[in-house]
């Protein structure tokens, strides 16, 4: 029997339009799981917002946060896995932010505590970005003059949100950089777009290297729906796109199953696991 897990993007995919788990969807989850299914998460979220909107499920595996810069236990509550931007790449990134004016957040660890700085916030939804993970997730944001002086190494993250014509420079830049990489798509919930920028080293698709050597699996079942699920589809066994998918994700996906309003994931994993069980075995 093969070893296998499956792990599913959150925002478009696992979670409903409202942003939340249906009651559906965590007891099927949770029932499988307790026959022995394998199932995490790989988020765009910090833990921060990612631990208490998936607090229901009964996780057995390390989530990939930050689009694969981290690999988190919810078990223990540690991060097992960071994957840190140098000093000069974290530095070259910000001065492409300044150079097209446009304001970011760089994510760090502090204390070992992950922490947010910015020097400026205008965007709304940015601002709506900090009040929220302030004072609902209790996320640590630190505003500062000069944001190339708190680098330290520690950095594994900076982003920005605004239009698709404002953020693109920047992400063609940052395609240049030598040790970055990056995620560049709409968000699921404005007409906003996200530019997510990473070591080399993270990515979903890494964070799924990272689990399948870590803890064995010869198989990986992946769900996603938006742009920078596209990396962890490369890595994975099976792709599945849900039915509100990106185009680009639907071509790249093995299958394509209900949307996220729909209970798309876990109505295709109850399937799916039921079949393999009856068939040819499940651990």
Request: hydrophobic letters at 40%; proline letters at 2%.
């Amino acid at each position: 029997m093969k070893k296998s897990l499956i792990i599913s993007d959150l925002d478009g995919t696992l979670l409903n339009s409202d942003g939340k788990l249906s009651e559906y969807t965590v007891g099927t989850l949770n029932c499988l799981i307790d026959c022995g299914m394998y199932f995490t998460f790989a988020t765009a979220r910090t833990i921060y917002s990612a631990k208490p909107i998936t607090s229901k499920l009964n996780i057995n595996v390390p989530c990939i946060l930050n689009n694969g810069a981290s690999v988190y236990d919810m078990n223990i509550g540690k991060y097992i896995r960071n994957a840190c931007i140098s000093c000069e790449v974290s530095e070259r990134i910000i001065s492409v932010f300044r150079k097209n004016d446009v304001n970011c957040f760089m994510f760090k660890f502090v204390d070992n505590i992950l922490s947010t700085f910015y020097d400026k916030v205008t965007d709304e939804l940015m601002k709506t970005y900090v009040a929220e993970r302030k004072e609902k997730f209790l996320h640590p944001f630190f505003e500062c003059n000069d944001l190339v002086s708190e680098i330290n190494g520690s950095e594994i993250y900076i982003n920005s949100t605004g239009s698709y014509e404002d953020l693109l420079p920047i992400r063609n830049a940052v395609a240049e950089i030598e040790g970055a990489d990056c995620a560049f798509y709409k968000d699921t919930y404005t007409d906003k777009w996200f530019l997510e920028i990473f070591s080399n080293e993270a990515s979903k698709a890494n964070g799924i290297k990272f689990l399948r050597k870590a803890y064995g699996f010869e198989h990986i079942i992946v769900f996603g729906d938006n742009l920078n699920d596209l990396s962890m589809f490369e890595e994975a066994d099976t792709k599945i796109a849900v039915g509100n998918a990106h185009p680009d994700v639907k071509d790249a996906a093995d299958f394509i199953v209900g949307s996220n309003d729909d209970d798309g994931v876990a109505r295709e994993i109850k399937e799916r696991f039921l079949f393999d069980m009856a068939t040819k075995g499940f651990q």
